[in-house]
């Protein structure tokens, strides 16, 4: 059997780490209330109140790339320390030139939004709630011009809609989807709906700047650098033919690529290692069955044996008590043959004969004498097992009996081919 053995050293930082994990996830510490609530635009019609951040910014847009965790902002047009003189995700999809593998940057809208009604209700979006809206650039569009026929004559109204400590007025927003789609923004006054938060209470704490969430506004070097080998990882199987026909034209794209090979054919070695290990376990465990196969054999065999033993003992006991055969039939007699047998009638020659028992060779042939010398056989059936089988008693013309198999007579020792011998009554 092999034995796992672990660092205790190894092991206590493990679990401190996953204690760690385990927090930032959802553990101590963790607090539902500080999660922001993010839902994405659906297509329909919905009545909505947007409203400013707690910096005063009513929307973010901007370029992304990747999924989930994997989100970076796209490198194009932002500054700083460690920001590249271009975007190498966008390069990468400029080289494979294939819209369906969604690698280029996606303009995105942030904005904040309470929903008063909606007919495309769904677990992720409800009428009632707050959410930070995600859009595109439709929506980001479409914002724009809303605030842009306000601006200038009607500040205070604009003003206290997108207060969310203010009483104001709520739109009306239209958003179709695909590539003839549009969004529509449209203000409804007259009807003042209640503060968003109340202005006596703090702020909730997922209430945070648009340049937080979803993806944060500021570059961050590594965020990028892990997204752009995620998505490399993700297409290699279109990247290598292109980079075998073409090359990649891009330095930092090459050297990501390669270390994306490396990477996938040591983890490809190190299933092969686990798989072996797992194969071998398998095998260690089938030697160790197969050792105890001949004991599980044995004990089968004994118990199978144990099993048969009752019916060997049967068998010998029905080879040792004789068989048990009686006479059957008994046809009726002529008087004169009756009374040379010492008989009144056939009821007292029947309730005779049946009632005796044959067990052995012996007692057959002494019966049959009997039957013989009294001249009672004509007629009878005898059943009698015998080691050819059973033997039949047969009637002649004349009365007489005889062995069938045999053709003898059981009157007389001799054998014959015919015994027409007719009894006087």
């Not at 809208?109 to 859009?135: E, F, Q």
């Not at 958003?175 to 203000?187: D, E, N, R």
């Not at 202005?199 to 937080?212: G, Q, R, T, V």
Request: net charge negative.
């Amino acid at each position: 059997m092999t034995m796992i053995s672990f660092d205790p050293s190894k092991v206590t930082g493990k679990i401190k780490e996953i204690i760690e994990k385990s927090k930032q996830l959802g553990g101590e510490g963790f607090n539902k209330e500080d999660l922001t609530p993010v839902a994405f635009l659906p297509a329909g019609e919905h009545k909505i109140r947007f409203f400013f951040d707690p910096t005063m910014e009513i929307s973010r847009f901007f370029y992304s790339h990747g999924t989930g965790r994997n989100r970076t902002i796209c490198a194009r047009g932002q500054k700083g320390e460690g920001v590249p003189d271009h975007c190498h995700i966008c390069k990468l999809s400029d080289i494979l030139d294939d819209w369906e593998l969604y690698i280029g940057a996606k303009p995105t809208c942030l904005v904040y939004g309470h929903v008063y009604a909606t007919n495309a209700s769904s677990d992720y979006w409800a009428a009632g709630n707050t959410y930070c809206i995600i859009g595109n650039k439709r929506l980001q569009d479409s914002i724009i011009t809303m605030l842009g026929t306000l601006v200038d004559d009607a500040q205070d109204f604009l003003i206290s809609m997108l207060t969310p400590t203010h009483k104001g007025a709520f739109c009306s927003v239209e958003l179709t989807k695909g590539a003839q789609g549009k969004c529509s923004i449209q203000v409804i006054p007259g009807v003042n709906k209640d503060p968003i938060f109340n202005p006596n209470e703090e702020m909730p704490k997922w209430y945070k700047p648009l340049n937080e969430l979803w993806v944060p506004a500021e570059f961050d070097v590594t965020r990028y650098r892990n997204s752009l080998k995620v998505i490399i990882r993700k297409n290699m199987d279109s990247i290598i033919p292109v980079e075998l026909e073409n090359g990649i034209d891009d330095e930092v794209l090459s050297a990501l690529i390669l270390e994306v090979k490396n990477e996938i054919a040591e983890d490809e070695k190190k299933q092969a290692e686990e798989g072996k290990g797992e194969s071998d376990k398998k095998e260690e465990l089938k030697s160790e069955e197969s050792k105890k196969e001949p004991d599980k054999k044995v004990e089968d065999s004994k118990v199978n044996d144990s099993k048969k033993e009752p019916d060997k003992k049967e068998e010998s006991k029905k080879e040792s008590e004789p068989s048990k055969v009686f006479v059957t039939d008994v046809p009726s007699y002529p008087p004169g043959i009756l009374k040379a047998m010492g008989f009144a009638s056939n009821d007292e020659l029947k309730s005779m004969i049946t009632s005796v028992e044959i067990t052995t060779p012996e007692q057959k042939s002494a019966f049959e004498s009997w039957l013989g010398n009294d001249g009672s056989k004509a007629g009878l059936q005898l059943l009698v097992p015998g080691s050819a089988g059973q033997e039949t008693a047969s009637t002649t013309k004349c009365g007489e009996t005889y062995d069938v198999n045999n053709k003898k007579c059981v009157t007389c020792p001799d054998v014959v081919d015919c015994m027409q011998k007719v009894i006087n009554s």
